[in-house]
């Protein structure tokens, strides 16, 4: 049986880490990635996800493959990268430079054939696609895209599917109604993604404490639970994360 893993995201906008509330980048956590990337490998992390998050994607893609590279030289576990990839020389770059898997979003949805060149080029298991998704006035769960600015007409199941079968090795789950909230996930929306795909599930968005990792497994049935801010603002933070999990007799990766 396939172990359950336990990611740490990191957000980095304009070469710093920050923090997000709704999907507003505001705080900023530390000002050199290496820093949290150096602490979580000593934290019993299981994988580690890092997001450009910059809002000029033209500036930007340049000094974050920098900032890929020199983060590969520091990490010792799986790294998926994501952020204004839009074409394959740019997805074989960041591969390149140390990643290890590639996570994709809004250019991925507006042309889902992506998703097939990026696994017949590189692997279904490489490609990571990530679905923001929001509920509507009514309740129902829809795709929200261009960095939580636009929400389309695409419910947040039916996309997950659709791009299983383009070709995702996983999906990437955020609620952004949950993001920073502190109330944990949003338990029916990854229930209803696992139930509907066989690939893996990975949950995040809303993490307050180590109960909340564990109801993403318990109850929504995620393959891998992530979380960011929470994971910067306690002192052995992953490690704690792991030890919990682990005594709640859940199928982690020991420490």
């Known amino acids: 049986m396939l172990k359950i893993r336990l990611i740490a995201v990191i957000l980095v906008r304009d070469g710093r880490v920050v923090q997000s509330v709704q999907f507003k980048h505001t705080n900023v956590i530390h000002y050199d990635p290496i820093h949290a990337i150096e602490s979580f490998n000593q934290w019993a992390i299981d994988e580690m996800v890092l997001l450009n998050v910059s809002r000029d994607g033209g500036a930007s893609r340049d000094s974050f493959v920098g900032i890929v590279n020199n983060i590969s030289k520091k990490c010792f576990v799986p790294l998926c990268v994501g952020g204004w990839i839009s074409d394959i020389d740019y997805a074989k770059t960041i591969l390149v430079n140390g990643a290890d898997k590639l996570i994709v979003n809004t250019f991925a949805f507006l042309h889902p054939q992506f998703i097939s060149q990026l696994?017949?080029?590189?692997?279904?298991?490489?490609?990571?696609v990530s679905i923001d998704s929001q509920q509507d006035t009514n309740g129902e769960e829809f795709v929200v895209v261009d960095r939580g600015g636009r929400m389309t007409d695409t419910g947040t199941v039916e996309w997950a599917c659709k791009a299983e079968g383009f070709g995702a090795g996983e999906v990437f789950i955020n609620s952004i109604d949950f993001d920073g909230k502190r109330n944990g996930y949003n338990i029916s929306l990854i229930?209803?993604?696992?139930?509907?795909?066989?690939?893996?599930?990975?949950?995040?968005?809303?993490v307050l404490k180590w109960e909340h990792l564990a109801q993403g497994v318990t109850e929504a049935g995620a393959d891998a639970v992530a979380a960011a801010n929470i994971f910067h603002y306690t002192e052995q933070s992953t490690r704690k994360a792991k030890k919990f999990l682990l005594e709640k007799g859940l199928n982690f990766r020991n420490v």
């Open 191 to 206: 229930r209803s993604v696992r139930h509907a795909v066989s690939i893996p599930v990975i949950a995040m968005g809303g």
């Open 119 to 128: 696994a017949q080029k590189f692997g279904n298991q490489c490609v990571v």
